[in-house]
């Protein structure tokens, strides 16, 4: 407040600019509604749920990695089914890495993981060499 005891002026707002301003956004909307993001979703959008960070989830992370070098899966980039049985070597190993850096500290199901992924690789990556 002033000291001269002046009266300050009433704050006028305007209750229209909210209606205006979805008359604008629904206008928007009718001329381009392919555009609008709610209703197309975009292939680059990241923004969704991640898995939480586990030893499950970097298992099976090398494990598709390793499958996909051995030309078992396709390649969800290309949809082919290429072999690099160099990379699949390379996730094979870390694997075992990881396996042996961690031995001592994983649960029962990590350890059963381990196991299983690593026998499936082992035997894949055999296969693929014979072809």
């Known amino acids: 407040m002033s000291e001269n005891n002046e009266k300050e002026p009433d704050l006028v ?3 229209d600019w909210k209606a205006q301003v ?14 609008t993001p709610a209703e197309t ?3 680059e959008d990241f923004s ?29 980039s290309t949809g082919n089914k290429d072999t690099d049985l160099r990379m699949a070597k390379h996730f094979i ?3 075992e890495m990881l396996e042996t850096k961690t031995k001592g500290n994983l649960d029962t199901e990590e ?3 381990f196991d299983e992924v ?14």
Request: net charge negative; aromatic share 4%; no cysteine.
């Open 13 to 15: 707002v305007d209750s």
């Open 22 to 35: 979805e008359k604008e956004k629904e206008a928007v909307a009718a001329e381009s509604p392919a555009e």
């Open 41 to 43: 979703p975009d292939a």
């Open 48 to 76: 969704g749920e991640l898995p939480p960070a586990s030893m499950a989830m970097l298992i099976s992370t090398f494990y598709s990695q390793a499958m996909m070098a051995l030309g078992v899966m396709p390649n969800p």
């Open 93 to 95: 190993e870390t694997l």
């Open 111 to 113: 350890t059963k993981m």
């Open 118 to 131: 690593l026998h499936l690789l082992r035997m894949a990556y055999v296969g693929a060499t014979k072809s």
